[in-house]
């Protein structure tokens, strides 16, 4: 059993920090890629930021300069830094991975509120 947990979500001001987290966990040989995907009220999931295994990467145009999403192989740990937030960023975060000998894998969720 493969496991996504993600961590630190919550509330945070328009224009101020919050860093996402998720590690993996269970029977995980390889991690081809990770990413964050998130989901607001009465909207699809939209992919935000992605990262290969390489360390390539790849950004929704609506987060691009604002948001870094960054990984640690050898701990199978996949960290979204958001800066300079807006209220539209508000929204449940899903941790993703493509795990090699199992597939896709996704976290729980944990939600984002940008509010004053």
């Known amino acids: 059993q493969v496991q996504l947990v993600e961590s630190g979500g919550g509330l945070v001001q328009p224009g101020g920090s919050l860093r996402l987290s998720c590690a993996a966990s269970g029977s995980i040989f390889s991690i081809n890629g990770m990413g964050w995907y998130r989901q607001a009220p009465g909207k699809q999931r939209e992919l935000v930021a992605y990262?290969?295994?390489?360390?390539?990467?790849n950004y929704a145009d609506s987060v691009k300069g604002r948001f870094t999403i960054s990984r640690d192989n050898a701990k199978n740990l996949v960290s979204l830094q958001m800066n300079m937030t807006k209220p539209e960023d508000t929204a449940v975060y899903y941790c993703?991975?493509?795990?090699?000998?199992?597939?896709?894998?996704w976290g729980q969720g944990t939600q984002v509120t940008v509010s004053s």
């Open positions: 990262i290969t295994s390489g360390g390539s990467t």
């Open positions: 993703y991975a493509m795990i090699l000998r199992v597939g896709a894998t």
